[in-house]
């Protein structure tokens, strides 16, 4: 499942409870760690939540769950603040993670863009910190910063050595409320967004084709605002817009904060007590909303590129549905992979591509399993559609999948799996998506067996179900017509 903006293909895997081997010694011997004992690790930190509280400290431990080889724990302040740690004695750095509970799809009609812009202003100054103070700490400590943003939901994420935590922190609790919106900060990072969409939206033809088929599959739904914004949109926001949307969604009570890596739980709680606790409450946004749209929708677009384009999208349900470990299979097995049907189809057999790839991007309200083509020189989107469609229906009738089909999908979506829990990073961006999307951990928590759990019959009941030809979102990227320079008329001059 792929997501957000500006992280360069952030690949969100659900977690499994499986724990994670490490290198142990000499010769490259690999341990896997004993299962973690929860009631274990909920009494302690029932005891921390214990002393905690005598020291008037206003937090509750929310609950503990096994995540990897050990546990995360769920706290909230009283002004609304969560708190995800998973503490790993085994690194001795730290992914301090932010997510706020507000992407494109809580912008107002007309003022698309806002949510993405924050991106960037939130590294400009507080009120208490000139702009720049952020990546210069960053820097010194050796650590680094990002930020991204989707439908959903914006984040932010720093990676420190353990020690600097607490600065971080601090840093990161300051901007949160005392964001310093001036005129002049304003104007510089809209002029640098609108330069973003100018590169990765209007001069790119990928760009458009994508922003194409989210704004068909979403219709004039919040979803199918582009996140980067619409040039029109950006061009008419001012200030106070940007103001407006900083005091409604940014305050500790739509604030999600993941710590994960090399610290002791209690010491690192006190201080997110010191700089988060005495931040004010402020009551929860009410989020637009549409009804999600239905039915078929085609376009063709004319692009300025070197060969055409195909995208495909289905709408399917949210990201949490029952459904998804089987439609997160289905994408594996039918394009990411030599052996794969779209890659058999596309690229090896009478090959008419050079690019065919499957995701599945999973939101609050619905997702989208798309595929995208990129044709060789002289081929038509047309016919790539066709063969798309050909093997789908194949898939469903007369080349059912196979066992080894689905091992091959079983065994990549668990690769992905592991190698994004080798990092504290990708550890929190998985436990802040689903916390802050979802509001629950137990999709994450459960898609290892979930996604063993899966049968070619589950595979082929979601492809019927879903893949329908009514419900099918297509954009043809073809090739514009050649300009022609006009001839230019000679002037004659007056005797």
């Given amino acids: 499942m792929k997501w957000l903006l500006c992280l360069a293909a952030l690949t969100v895997q659900h977690a499994a409870l499986a724990a994670e081997p490490r290198a142990a010694g000499k010769g490259h011997a690999m341990q896997v760690h004993k299962p973690v004992d929860v009631k274990a690790a909920e009494t302690a930190a029932r005891a921390r939540e214990a002393t905690l509280q005598a020291e008037d400290a206003k937090l509750r431990l929310v609950g503990v769950l096994p995540f990897g080889a050990g546990v995360v724990e769920h706290w909230q302040l009283a002004n609304g603040l969560q708190v995800l740690l998973a503490a790993d004695a085994q ?26 812009l924050f991106e960037h202003l939130m590294f400009k100054s507080t009120q208490t910190r000139p702009a720049g103070t952020l990546d210069r700490v960053l820097e010194q400590m050796g650590g680094s910063a990002n930020a991204a943003t989707s439908l959903d939901y914006t984040f932010f994420q720093e990676t420190v050595p353990s020690t600097h935590v607490p600065v971080v922190l601090e840093m990161e609790a300051d901007r949160l409320v005392n964001l310093d919106l001036t005129a002049a900060a304003f104007r510089s990072e809209l002029s640098v967004v609108r330069n973003e969409r100018r590169e990765v939206v209007d001069n790119d033809p990928d760009g458009q084709i994508d922003e194409t088929l989210s704004t068909l599959a979403w219709g004039p739904h919040p979803y199918g605002h582009p996140v980067i914004g619409t040039e029109s949109d950006l061009a008419g926001l001012n200030v106070a817009d940007a103001r407006q949307f900083y005091q409604t969604h940014y305050a500790a009570s739509q604030t999600l904060v993941v710590l994960v890596g090399g610290f002791e739980p209690g010491a690192l709680l006190r201080e997110v007590v010191k700089h988060y606790a005495a931040l004010p ?11 999600l749209p239905t039915g078929a929708v085609q376009r063709a677009l004319a692009i300025d590129a070197g060969a055409e384009r195909l995208a495909v999208a289905w709408r399917l349900p949210p990201g ?16 990411n992979g030599d052996s794969t049907r779209l890659a058999q189809v596309l690229l090896f057999d009478k090959p008419i591509a050079s690019h065919a790839s499957a995701d599945l991007n999973d939101s609050r309200l619905g997702s989208l399993l798309h595929i ?4 060789l020189p002289g081929q038509l989107a047309k016919e790539a559609l066709a063969r798309v469609d050909a093997a789908i229906k194949a898939l469903n009738g007369a080349q059912p999948v196979t066992e080894a089909e689905l091992s091959a999908a079983k065994n990549r979506l668990k690769m992905a799996h592991f190698s994004a829990l080798t990092s504290v990073d990708g550890r929190a961006e998985q436990l802040g998506h689903f916390l802050t999307g979802y509001g629950s951990l137990q999709p994450l928590l459960r898609f290892s067996a979930d996604v063993e759990a899966v049968t070619v019959a589950d595979v082929r009941r979601v492809a019927q179900k879903y893949l329908v030809a009514d419900q099918r979102i297509v954009v043809l990227g073809e090739m514009a017509p050649p300009k022609v320079a006009g001839k230019r008329r000679g002037t004659r001059t007056r005797g």
Avoid: F, I
């Fill in 372 to 375: 995208h083509v990129t044709l």
């Fill in 91 to 116: 690194v001795p750095v730290v992914a301090v993670q932010s997510w706020l509970a507000v992407g494109s799809a809580d912008e107002a009609g007309g003022k698309t863009g806002l949510a993405h």
């Fill in 320 to 335: 949490d549905h029952a459904d998804m470990a089987a439609l997160d299979v289905l994408t594996e097995l039918l394009a």
């Fill in 281 to 291: 409450q402020a009551p929860a946004p009410q989020r637009p909303k549409a009804a």
